[in-house]
């Protein structure tokens, strides 16, 4: 047991210091900011020490660990603790939320609350992925939902009612199914409940009621990763969102459903996890195909960036389902790497929106001369979406192609089927990507922008770029900077729940 509570500390400061917001004066704009990003910073800068300092990364087991008792009756517990699986996506949530508090810089109605929000969802998400209890996983899943709605409904677009509206319906609606799978794995054997990580994974129970459990908490990460067909929240949430709001969601909260999946349903379900693995693996490879389609056909440009999304986290349910290291490994590096890419794609669309005043691409091009500096940034981050080698996007993607080509669980007839399917979507992802690029920043220049608007990108709109483009350069080129974060606890993981059941 951790004698000092660290990722308590990481937890909780965000959201405390955000309760001073309230008493800043109400036209200090300037000082809100810069208090609001000295937190994230601090923050982020924390959660490095703790990884260099206090992690140890060939310890397989769960470090840090505070367990303190919070509700009597329910044995509710305010349990932490980290491992491979968490500590990167706890990196990835510092570095993105840091760069968002940067790029919400022009933001000027109501800033007192709207920064309050953005630190209560970055302790929302920072509490997600390092709770080791899974009543309190639920909390923190709800956590963050409010200040989504709000941050929709303030500081949205034109439809933002309905975005937030639709948003709130979908993702609170399908929590309950967290909360019905979590109170069943706890009070299930026992007339003493129990939500501990650690002795929920040495529970059995009925193989029926075991995939009634898995399949209601699949359905909360299907709403949140998106899955087809509960995926059609997430453009119109793009589509309204301030592009501060979008980096969190893209870069974040997307991943939230990737990691419930590793978390609760391969570690503390891992038989009923073996019979839905080639659902998820035929559910990701269609996924992928249909996400880029839809992609193809938007006019919207956050709406293809957004549909884009749908169709790369296809790939984190493939290295899922495929039930091997290489598999996982890529998953988890998927997440990451989309997180930086999709951060980045939609910061540079909502600072392209200032200045064109449309989200339409006919209603662009010939935008790269007055806004060469744009056109480079947009281009190379469109770049690495499509999976450029030497980008983290290739490195994910070709683990996870070959954990199907390598993958014994499966014929080779599934494989064939499996692994077009997948090409199909790898070869289209470029298309709508290129053809999103020239639509932009090729052609003639459209007689609907004001020329006055079309200014180049300021020197912290090029400092947050080049934050994100260069983990994501890294990472292609040398992935196993991050890759030995986790391959000793997903190798251990898969050997103790899956090799004697394969």
């Known amino acids: 047991m951790n004698h000092y509570p660290w990722l308590t500390i990481i ?18 704009n300037k000082l809100i900011r810069w208090y609001t990003l000295g937190v994230c910073l601090s923050e982020f800068l924390l959660i490095i020490y703790i990884f ?5 990364f060939h310890n397989n087991y769960t470090q840090l660990k505070e367990d303190f008792n919070w509700i009597n009756f329910m044995n509710f517990h305010w349990r932490l603790g980290i491992d491979g699986f968490s500590i990167g996506l706890i990196l990835l949530t510092g570095f993105i939320t840091t760069l968002a508090i940067l790029a919400a810089w022009p933001v000027t109605r109501n800033p007192r609350l709207f920064h309050f929000l953005m630190l209560a969802m970055y302790s929302g998400q920072i509490g997600l992925f390092a709770c080791q209890d899974i009543l309190l996983f639920f909390f923190m899943w709800e956590l963050e939902l409010l200040p989504v709605y709000l941050l929709l409904i303030v500081w949205g677009g034109k439809r933002r009612l309905y975005a937030a509206t639709k948003f709130i319906l979908y993702t609170a609606g399908s929590s309950i199914f967290i909360l019905i799978g979590a109170l069943i794995m706890g009070f299930y054997g026992s007339n003493i409940s129990t939500f501990d990580f650690y002795t929920l994974i040495n529970k059995t129970y009925p193989s029926e009621l075991e995939i009634i459990i898995y399949f209601s908490f699949l359905l909360a990460y299907a709403v949140k990763l998106p899955m087809i067909p509960f995926h059609t929240w997430l453009p119109d949430t793009h589509g309204e969102a301030h592009y501060s709001t979008c980096m969190l969601l893209a870069g974040i909260l997307l991943k939230m459903g990737g990691y419930g999946l590793v978390r609760i349903n391969m570690e503390l379900l891992p038989h009923a996890h073996l019979s839905f693995a080639p659902w998820l693996v035929g559910a990701g490879a269609i996924q992928i195909v249909y996400g880029a389609l839809t992609s193809l ?7 293809r960036i957004a549909y884009s999304s749908v169709s790369h986290m296809g ?16 998953a988890i590096l998927q997440m990451i790497s989309h997180g930086l890419i999709g951060a980045s794609l939609f910061f540079l669309s909502g600072i392209s929106y200032d200045r064109t005043r449309t989200l339409l691409l006919n209603q662009m091009g010939g935008i790269a001369t007055p806004m ?28 996870i192609f070959l954990s199907i080509v390598d993958n014994p669980n499966y014929s080779f007839v599934s494989k064939i089927i499996i692994l077009t399917i997948q090409g199909i979507g790898i070869i289209l992802t470029p298309i709508y990507l290129l053809s999103m690029l020239r639509q932009m920043f090729y052609g003639y220049k459209s007689t609907k922008i004001p020329i006055t608007y079309l200014k180049d990108a300021v020197p912290r709109e090029i400092f947050i770029s080049f934050c994100l483009f260069l983990p994501i350069l890294g990472l292609g080129i040398y992935p196993n900077f991050v890759l030995s974060i986790w391959d000793n606890k997903t190798n251990s993981f898969l050997f103790q729940s899956f090799s004697r059941n394969l």
Do not use: D, H
């Not at 210091?17 to 109400?26: E, K, R, V």
């Not at 190379?380 to 980008?391: D, E, H, I, V």
């Open 297 to 303: 056909s938007q006019r919207n440009l956050k709406r």
């Open 315 to 330: 790939f984190v349910l493939i290295g899922i389902g495929s039930l091997t290291n290489i598999g996982l490994n890529g």
């Open 372 to 399: 060469p500096k744009i056109f480079a940034l947009f281009t190379t981050s469109s770049l690495a979406s499509l999976a450029l080698p030497g980008t983290s996007g290739f490195t994910a993607e070709l683990m």
């Open 52 to 56: 260099c300092y206090q992690y140890q």
């Open 11 to 28: 937890v909780i400061f965000p959201i405390f210091a955000g309760l001073f917001i309230p008493f800043f004066p109400s036209g200090g």
